[in-house]
């Protein structure tokens, strides 16, 4: 193994989010007035905190989303999530190997530790995670692509960041992770190669992954 900690992003890489979330995202942006198709909510808020969301709409539209946009916007994800959320094809089996092989890995995640559990619950990969493996950008003052979380997740897991490798799926992410001085495995089912450009590798299947780090 040639790192001391894997730190998987969350969304789109252990649990199928993205489809749901981003849609539900482009069509309540739409019904308060801001038309948002479903490629424009993922080419600028896939992986990304909330408060990027309510910063950009900002700076393009000069107005605030309401004070309750989490909370609704949340609501909606969360009960999707309880009816469609399924994980990601062949991540059980690499938390599955990281085990057995004694290789310490951890979760580091835009979104709320709320939403990470609703997840995790909904499609049994919180047997896999236990509160001490579980960041979310609410632990830290600023969300990718800041390098913030990750770091944030290498010091509470004891590891130097050079030694530990990320998991992403977003351009955000893959920013983030460089920012901090890590490697990134950029995961392309969902994202075009050539958004993950600056990552240290690129892999489209997860059964590809235990290979990669081995």
Known sequence: MRYDLVIFDNDGVLVD??????????AYLTELGHPTS??????????????????????????????DFDDVFHARVFA????????????????????????????????????IRVGHRTTGLDRWFDEERIFSSQDVGRGKPAPDLFLHAADRMGVAPERCVVVE??????????????DVYGFTAMTPAAKLADA???????EELADLLA
């Open 169 to 182: 799926d977003s351009p955000l992410g893959v920013r983030a992770a460089v920012a901090a001085g890590m």
């Open 200 to 206: 240290t590798q690129l892999f489209s299947r997860m």
């Open 17 to 26: 989010s993205e489809p749901i979330s981003n849609r539900l995202l482009a």
């Open 80 to 115: 999707a999530f309880r009816r469609e959320l399924k994980p990601v094809a062949g991540a059980a089996d690499v938390l599955e190997k990281l085990t057995v092989d004694g290789t310490p890995y951890c979760l580091a995640s835009s979104g709320s530790h709320e939403r």
């Open 38 to 67: 479903y490629e424009d909510s993922i080419r600028d808020y896939m992986g990304s905190a909330m408060h990027r969301i309510h910063d950009l709409v900002l700076e393009r539209t000069g107005k605030r989303l309401p004070d």
